[in-house]
Structure formats: structure tokens, C-alpha cells
């Protein structure tokens, strides 16, 4: 990805709002007893698009953003995201994309990861909360909600984010005519 004022901008502006979107409008939506989570598909999104670098500080951002706009304990989001948008990333630089289900599928898997990883960090701290298997329902809802809305996520943000990606430009630049000189060798 080629980073320019521009794209952090781009980056900076999705990412808040997917906040607001998520905090607005998904949290007050309920399927089967879950509601879509769209940050961690954002991150993946993002981490799948950027890298693992680009992935994690994207996570970051958005898991602190949302720790701030939720007032509660600071850091808990932005670790769990920031790990999510790294593995992303490193699944993007150790292989390649070679069906449309591999995000879906990747964001579905990490949104189940970062949902036991939050989870597993809210218990260290000591947080007080009722477990039961109605929890464990809900993250699976979650989980398969979070497939089905990267659908049309990393879509969009791949066409968001098209002038900074570099396969996007390595495809452009084979599809124009060859200079002149180089047809002639």
C-alpha cells in the first residue's frame, strides 16, 4: 500500500465511521440475541488490503476510538483489535487471496478470535460478568453476522483504498499498450 496524506485521511475517516456506524446503528440491531460487529471486519479489511503494519495500527486506532466512545476500560479493544489487524496483515504477506470467500472467511474467524481474546482480557482484569452458554450463542451469531457483512466490506474498502494499493496499479499499468521502443526490441 502507498501511504499519502490522502490515504490516511481515507483510512483515518473510514475507520470513524465505522465507530459511529457501529455505535449509532449495528448496537441497536439484534439477530438472535447478537449484534454485527463491524470494527473487527474494518481491521481485517483493512490488514487484508495494507499489511500487517497497516493492520495492527489500523486495529489500534479503532479499538481506542472505541474504548473512548463507550467510556470503558482504555486499551482492552485497541489490543484485541490491534492483533486481529496483524494477523490479518501477516495472512495477506504469507499468502494470497485466491477466492472472494477468503476475507469473509478470514473476518469471520478473527471476529471469533477477537471475541474469546476480549473476553479472555476482561476476565484477567477482573471485570465481573455472567458467563453462560447464551454467550457462547452469541459469538457464534456474531461470528457467522461478521462473515456475512464482509461481503460487501472489503469491497468497498478495497475500492475506497484503490489508488494506494499496489497490486491495483501493477493491474493497470499491464493493461496500457507498451511504449513504442519497447515494441521495436
Do not use: K
Not at 457483512?149 to 478495497?158: D, E, F, N, Q, S
Amino acid at each position: 500500500m502507498i501511504l499519502t496524506g490522502q490515504i490516511y485521511a481515507r483510512i483515518g475517516l473510514l475507520l470513524l465511521a465505522g465507530v459511529i456506524l457501529q455505535l449509532a446503528f449495528l448496537s441497536q440491531i439484534s439477530f438472535f440475541g447478537a449484534t454485527p460487529y463491524l470494527i473487527p471486519v474494518l481491521v481485517v479489511s483493512l490488514g487484508l488490503l495494507g499489511g500487517a503494519v497497516i493492520g495492527a495500527v489500523c486495529g489500534f486506532a479503532a479499538g481506542l476510538l472505541l474504548d473512548s466512545a463507550l467510556l470503558q476500560t482504555l486499551g482492552v479493544s485497541s489490543l484485541v483489535l490491534l492483533a486481529v489487524g496483524y494477523l490479518a496483515g501477516r495472512y495477506r504477506e504469507s499468502f494470497e487471496l485466491s477466492s472472494p470467500l477468503v476475507p469473509p472467511a478470514l473476518a469471520a474467524g478473527l471476529t471469533l478470535f477477537g471475541s474469546f481474546a476480549f473476553a479472555a482480557i476482561q476476565l484477567m482484569l477482573g471485570v465481573e460478568a455472567p458467563v453462560s452458554l447464551l454467550i457462547v450463542r452469541e459469538i457464534v451469531v456474531q461470528t457467522l453476522l461478521s462473515f456475512v457483512l464482509a461481503i460487501p466490506t472489503y469491497p468497498a474498502v478495497r475500492w475506497l483504498l484503490r489508488p494506494a494499493l499496489v497490486d491495483e496499479t501493477a493491474r493497470r499499468r499491464s493493461r496500457l499498450p507498451a511504449p513504442i521502443g519497447a515494441r521495436a526490441r
